[in-house]
């Protein structure tokens, strides 16, 4: 997907496409469906907490942000392939939603899902 069709838009990311290496909270596929997270304080606490936690994973950058969402990208080690992550604040319902997609190939062995349980964990932790 290029990074044109990535975004908020109406109040949806991006959905997954037909391949095993996506995961949204706002996917209709079960298989391609996380649930999202909660925040608690403001949105722009919420951005600020969500960023510290990219900017210490390791081969990640954020390439855009703006009131109440983040995309980033990060770089497999090996292969250096780039997945893209993007992250979409609800303020009204102080909701947390994200999506995580590898730009190439088919299947990505379940590390967007990890990668995501990873940045959940360390949000609400």
């Known amino acids: 997907m290029s990074n044109e069709q990535l975004g908020v838009t109406d ?9 095993p290496n996506c995961v949204s909270t706002q996917s209709i596929d079960e298989k391609s469906k996380m649930e999202p997270f909660s925040y608690s304080g403001t949105e722009g606490e919420a ?4 960023k510290e936690i990219l900017l210490d994973r390791k081969r990640t950058k954020i390439v855009k942000e703006d009131e109440n969402y983040i995309r980033a ?5 090996l292969f250096k392939f780039v997945d893209d992550i993007e992250f979409y604040l609800e303020e009204a319902s ?3 939603h994200f999506r ?10 379940g590390v967007n899902k990890k990668r995501m349980e990873e940045i959940r964990n360390a949000f609400v932790n």
Request: net charge positive; proline share 6%; glycine share 6%.
């Open 11 to 19: 109040g949806k990311l991006a959905p997954c496409p037909n391949k």
């Open 47 to 50: 951005l600020a907490k969500l």
């Open 73 to 77: 990208e990060e770089t497999s080690k």
């Open 94 to 96: 102080k909701t947390v």
């Open 100 to 109: 995580s997609a590898s730009r190439t190939g088919y299947s990505d062995f």
